[in-house]
């Protein structure tokens, strides 16, 4: 993704709760024993402990018994690469790169519930688009919360981007409205649209957030040329719920994971990829604006296992 620079480093950084308790965990159990069934049934429970799921748990747990079994898989520091690699196969070859507009503006609607940091994400986004020398206009569509408006306009102070917002209690569908008419007046290049911090099961919520899409498409074409949901890693297995959830409703084309550098939880990654057809885009692995980073799975799950001298 050419709007943002990954690199390991930062990744491993970030990660440094997961990996402790994630390859650490695995680790403590594996190393230096045998393999055999009693270890494989340890492993099995502290993989479903670190997030990864039970789906995805079932599927590299059949692995590891298949190839212990054949022989394959003799001591227990074997597994650690064995998951390794069956982990990177997971995310088979595929374009994770945000879309942009053939013409401008390109729009990008964000979503999720109250409290996963999407407003900073929002805002870590801007930051990386304006880095890329792209300009940018924010439209404030939650306007349930006041206190959310705000935040968006602080952000855009800080940032230098314009926030179109409407009344507190107006139609967030209005507030998309004159957001998409001042991005085309103004000829920005991308114009992000924040949404109320709706729970997927209120469903009015849920329609005013389908109100909001059909009102950008009208008025741009091929709007919104993504929909990305921002999820709290460190809500563990409530983050996949939500995902599956908000998949159906809102038309997500992509998620943000954020908050993974205050997470244990880096497992939620692999549920996510096995529990639902939505590509992790982003991760948030810091505080600052330039730790919004492209999600790599070779790299993410390198991070995840990296020893911390190495």
């Not at 109100?211 to 709007?223: L, P, S, T």
Request: glycine share 10%; aromatic share 4%.
């Amino acid at each position: 993704m050419a709007i943002f620079k990954s690199i390991l480093g930062s990744l491993k950084k970030g990660l440094t709760k997961t990996r402790e308790t994630f390859a650490g965990g695995l680790r403590s159990i594996l190393a230096g024993r045998v393999l055999n069934d009693e270890l494989i049934d340890e492993l099995e429970a502290r993989l479903i402990e670190s997030d990864v799921g039970v789906a995805a748990t079932r599927d590299l747990i059949e692995g590891v018994r298949a190839d212990y079994k054949a022989g394959k898989l003799t001591r227990g520091e074997d597994v650690i690469d064995f998951l390794k690699r069956r982990l990177i196969e997971m995310w088979p070859p595929a374009d994770r790169a945000l879309t942009f507009a053939p013409t401008n503006p390109t729009v990008i609607l964000v979503t999720g519930v109250n409290g996963v940091g999407k407003t900073t994400s929002i805002a870590k986004l801007a930051h990386a688009l304006k880095a890329d020398g792209k300009t940018v206009l924010l439209g404030a569509c939650d306007t349930f919360r006041a206190g959310a408006v705000r935040q968006l306009e602080i952000w855009g102070e800080r940032l230098g981007v314009d926030v179109i917002k409407g009344q507190q209690g107006g139609d967030p569908a209005a507030v998309a409205f004159d957001a998409c008419a001042a991005a085309k007046a103004r000829g920005v290049d991308v114009l992000i649209l924040d949404t109320a911090g709706r729970l997927q099961t209120q469903d009015p919520l849920m329609r005013q957030l389908e109100k909001i899409r059909a009102v950008a498409a009208k008025q741009i074409e091929g709007a919104p040329h993504e929909a990305l949901l921002v999820l709290d890693a460190t809500s563990g297995q409530n983050a996949l719920r939500q995902a599956e959830s908000f998949s159906a409703a809102a038309g997500v084309t992509g998620i943000v994971l954020a908050k993974l550098d205050g997470s244990a939880r880096g497992g939620i990654v692999v549920a996510i990829r096995r529990g639902v057809d939505i590509p992790v885009k982003l991760v948030g692995v810091g505080e600052r604006p330039e730790d919004l980073q492209p999600f790599d799975p070779e790299a993410f799950i390198e991070a995840m296992f990296a020893d911390d001298e190495g």
